[in-house]
């Protein structure tokens, strides 16, 4: 009977602490369509940044200031395109960074709408963007525009579902 209980309460432990550093998620929009689509099951490190600060490239979830139908901040998930004292300009359907072309082989399509006048990103702020320009809610729209990095839950790091893309998402 110890040995059962010392189980039960091991598993809770192990149970608990990996809720510390892992979220599961699933994917309900389109708009990082090719690297990941609807209903992708995935699991971010929660804990990322509390060891490391933000890169070029990752793939991010935050809490937007939209509301969802019950009235809860909705769930973004989106890449980080430009990081604090950074430079972004979009023009002409290219995405510059510190006035260079961004090269972006992960977009679903080779052309980025919107213009975005050149603006310098604050401290604690990034830009984002869906890979799926045409269908994603992103800094571009002032309705989302710059997200604090207070609001960032977690860095997407492993797909689960489906199986045939099991594995880790690279940037």
């Given at each position: ?7 039960i ?16 998620t ?6 990082m ?13 929660k804990?990322q940044?509390?060891?490391?600060d ?7 979830v935050f ?12 769930l973004l ?12 300009s ?6 510059y960074?510190n006035?260079?072309?961004l090269?972006?082989?992960y977009?679903k399509e ?13 401290e ?6 869906g ?5 994603s809610?992103?800094?571009r729209?002032d309705?989302?525009?710059?997200v604090s990095t ?11 579902f489906?199986?045939?893309?099991f ?5």
């Amino acid at each position: 009977m110890k040995e059962w209980i010392r189980d039960i309460v091991i598993a809770v432990a192990v149970a608990v602490l990996v809720m510390q550093f892992i979220k599961p998620t699933i994917v309900k929009e389109h708009s990082m369509e090719p690297t990941l689509y609807e209903n992708n099951y995935i699991f971010l490190s929660k804990q990322q940044y509390t060891f490391a600060d933000i890169k070029h490239g990752e793939i991010v979830v935050f809490r937007s200031n939209i509301e969802t139908e019950n009235g809860a901040d909705k769930l973004l998930i989106k890449r980080v395109i430009a990081l604090p004292g950074d430079k972004i300009s979009i023009s002409d359907g290219s995405v510059y960074l510190n006035g260079e072309p961004l090269a972006e082989p992960y977009i679903k399509e080779p052309f980025t709408s919107g213009y975005v006048e050149e603006l310098t990103v604050p401290e604690g702020k990034v830009f984002v963007m869906g890979d799926n320009r045409q269908r994603s809610l992103d800094s571009r729209n002032d309705s989302l525009g710059l997200v604090s990095t207070d609001t960032i839950i977690g860095m997407a790091v492993f797909r689960v579902f489906p199986f045939s893309s099991f594995g880790f998402i690279n940037k």
